[in-house]
Nanobody, 115 residues
Framework: QVQLVESGGGLVQAGGSLRLSCTSSGRTFSRYTMGWFRQAPGKEREFVAGISWRGGVTRYAGSVKGRFTISRDNAKNTVYLQMNSLKPEDTAVYYC????????WGQGTQVTVSS
């Protein structure tokens, strides 16, 4: 069973930055496709960013492209989401996602951007 633990959320003013981290307990982390999703109040969960198992391929939602960067450190079993130029509409619970045969989710971390 893979466990994902997110950290790094918090309250930030518009224009600020945060870096989210997600650490996995899995022994085959380097084989996982990883990603970040988010869910704002009253809205469905949406894709934010994804990264391939070696880190060579990344994808972003249009709303965050150019502002957010996903990266991974397989030696630390950790994936990161660097979020810059944050906007109030980025306010949501951010979830770490992993895929390797099955899908796995973290418990989520709250990001609140004040205007």
């Amino acid at each position: 069973q893979v466990q994902l633990v997110e950290s790094g959320g918090g309250l930030v003013q518009a224009g600020g930055s945060l870096r989210l981290s997600c650490t996995s307990s899995g022994r085959t982390f380097s084989r996982y496709t990883m990603g970040w999703f988010r869910q704002a109040p009253g809205k469905e969960r949406e894709f934010v960013a994804g990264i391939s198992w070696r880190g060579g391929v990344t994808r972003y939602a249009g709303s965050v492209k150019g502002r957010f960067t996903i990266s991974r450190d397989n030696a630390k079993n950790t994936v990161y989401l660097q979020m810059n130029s944050l906007k109030p509409e980025d306010t949501a619970v951010y979830y770490c996602y992993a895929h390797y045969i099955d899908d796995y989710w973290g418990q989520g971390t709250q990001v609140t951007v004040s205007s």
